[in-house]
């Protein structure tokens, strides 16, 4: 739900991190972590996004594929 613009600028920030994405981890791995993470309810999914910049929100039961795609992506 972020404005294309504001991700960008948030992307072009968090880039300047010293954090980086270790290399070897698989899909699978970050997908259980994912499910037993603190935020997860009744086997869903939930993260904290941003609807805007200083406006989080928490999404629930976010679509397994989804985080799939990104995590891929961050691992490509």
Do not use: N, Q, W, Y
């Not at 070897?24 to 972590?33: D, L, N, Y």
């Not at 869903?44 to 995590?71: Q, S, Y």
């Amino acid at each position: 739900g972020l404005p294309i613009a504001e991700a960008d600028a948030a992307e072009a920030f968090l880039e300047t991190l010293p954090v980086p994405i270790p290399r070897g981890v698989s899909i699978r791995a970050v997908m259980e972590a994912s499910r037993s993470d603190k935020k997860a309810r009744k086997g869903r999914l939930r993260f904290v996004l941003l609807k805007k910049l200083g406006r989080p929100v928490v999404m629930d039961a976010v679509p397994e594929g989804a985080v799939r795609a990104v995590v891929e992506d961050l691992l490509r």
